[in-house]
Nanobody, 124 residues
Framework: QVQLVESGGGLVQSGGSLRLSCAAS????????MGWFRQAPGKERDFVAH????????YYADSVKGRFTISRDNAKNMVYLQMNSLKPEDTAVYYC?????????????????WGQGTQVTVSS
């Protein structure tokens, strides 16, 4: 298993930006596809974005496409989520997840390691 710690959440006004970071430790980071998911109060955990183990392939939920960018730095064992043009409906706890495979998926059940989450709140 790989251990994950998210950071960078906070309170931002609608239209603003935040950059989430996820630090990984414990296993060779480059052998994991990485994903970001989010969960709003009373709702299921939803897919946001995933990135392949090499960083060469990314995929986004339609709701964030064009506004969010996922990236990774394998030398630093880090994955990032740059969030621009934030909307109140983006408010949620954001989770970083790792899948011991080449590419990620949209299914949370395919990811074996999870961080503790970081709160993102977008005010209108």
């Amino acid at each position: 298993q790989v251990q994950l710690v998210e950071s960078g959440g906070g309170l931002v006004q609608s239209g603003g930006s935040l950059r989430l970071s996820c630090a990984a430790s414990g296993r060779p980071f480059s052998s994991y596809a990485m994903g970001w998911f989010r969960q709003a109060p009373g709702k299921e955990r939803d897919f946001v974005a995933h990135i392949s183990w090499s960083g060469g392939s990314t995929y986004y939920a339609d709701s964030v496409k064009g506004r969010f960018t996922i990236s990774r730095d394998n030398a630093k064992n880090m994955v990032y989520l740059q969030m621009n043009s934030l909307k109140p409906e983006d408010t949620a706890v954001y989770y970083c997840a790792a899948r011991h495979f080449i590419v990620g998926t949209q299914n949370p059940a395919d990811f074996g390691s999870w961080g503790q989450g970081t709160q993102v709140t977008v005010s209108s």
